[in-house]
């Protein structure tokens, strides 16, 4: 089993920055591909990015393309997410995700992934 831990969510102004992390712990994830998921009240959790196991691709929702930035520490276990200009339609519950197969992709359907953290709120004021 895996157990992951996002953190550094909050409430934020337009324009302005966070970074999330995320933490695993229980086995080793170096492995496979680590993706960050968002949810709101009545929508479908939806992809925002993914990285490979070796940091060798990313991707990214068209919505925060330009803006977001994922990276990950296999060293550490720690998954990242660096949200910069953000928007209030960015507020969102965010989850972090492993992909839990040995296969260099980055699925964007949340039912891909096997083990997910319990969410940190990100919420943006106009």
């Known amino acids: 089993q895996v157990q992951l831990v996002e953190s550094g969510g909050g409430l934020v102004q337009a324009g302005d920055s966070l970074r999330l992390s995320c933490a695993a712990s229980?086995?080793?994830?170096?492995?496979?591909?680590w993706s960050w998921f968002r949810q709101t009240p009545g929508k479908e959790r939806e992809f925002v990015a993914g990285?490979?196991?070796?940091?060798?691709?990313?991707d990214y929702a068209d919505a925060v393309k330009g803006r977001f930035t994922i990276s990950r520490d296999n060293a550490q276990s720690m998954l990242y997410l660096e949200l910069n200009d953000l928007k209030p339609e960015d507020t969102a519950v965010y989850y972090c995700?492993?992909?839990?197969?040995?296969?260099?992709?980055?699925?964007?359907?949340?039912?891909?992934?096997?083990?997910w953290g319990q969410g940190t709120q990100v919420t943006v004021s106009s």
């Open positions: 229980g086995r080793p994830v170096n492995s496979y591909t």
């Open positions: 990285i490979t196991w070796n940091s060798g691709r990313t």
């Open positions: 995700a492993l992909y839990w197969k040995l296969i260099v992709a980055i699925p964007i359907m949340p039912n891909e992934y096997v083990y």
